[in-house]
C-alpha cells in the first residue's frame, strides 16, 4: 500500500532484542515495518561457512524485502548473552562484521547493511542498547 515502508532485520531469533533492533532500523531507515529474518545465533552460523542450502533460503527471504517491498536497508545484529552463538564479544562482534559483508556481497549491495550488536544497559540491566558495529579497517 502506498506509505508503507520497510526495513529488513535479520539476526538471532532472540526475542528480548527483537524491539530494539526493529527501533533502530525505523530510525536510521525511516522505515515503519521490519522484514524479519531470525535464526539462532545466525551470525555466527555465517562465520561458519554455512551450506549453499542456508544461503540460498536466506537470500530468497531476503530478496523478497528487497525486491518486492522495496525494503530501503538492512539491520543485521549480534547480542550478548546469545544462545545459538555463545562466544566472547569481540568474536561476536567480528561475527556480525563478517555477515554484514556476505549479506551485501549475496544482494549485489542493492540497499546499505549496518550491522549492529545489542549488549544490556550498564545503568539498567532490564533494557538493552544498540551499537552500530563498523567494518575492520
Not at 528487497?66 to 561475527?95: F, L, M, W, Y
Not at 549475496?106 to 547493511?113: G, Y
Request: hydrophobic content about 40%; proline content about 4%.
Amino acid at each position: 500500500m502506498v506509505g508503507e515502508t520497510f526495513f529488513t532485520a535479520i539476526g538471532c531469533m532472540d526475542g528480548r532484542c527483537q524491539e530494539v533492533v526493529d527501533e533502530f532500523g525505523r530510525a536510521h531507515f525511516g522505515a515503519l515495518y521490519p522484514d524479519t529474518i531470525t535464526e539462532a545465533g545466525l551470525v555466527g552460523i555465517l562465520a561458519k561457512n554455512p551450506s549453499d542450502e542456508f544461503l540460498d533460503g536466506l537470500k530468497e527471504k531476503i530478496m523478497i524485502s528487497v525486491q518486492r517491498h522495496h525494503s530501503k536497508g538492512i539491520v543485521i545484529d549480534g547480542h550478548s548473552e546469545c544462545a545459538g552463538n555463545p562466544v566472547d564479544e569481540t568474536t561476536h562482534k567480528e561475527n556480525v562484521r563478517n555477515a554484514v559483508k556476505v549479506i551485501s556481497e549475496m544482494i549485489d549491495n542493492a540497499v546499505p547493511v549496518l550491522g549492529v550488536y545489542l549488549s544490556r544497559h550498564p545503568m539498567d540491566q532490564t533494557q538493552w542498547q544498540v551499537a552500530e558495529i563498523y567494518p575492520s579497517l
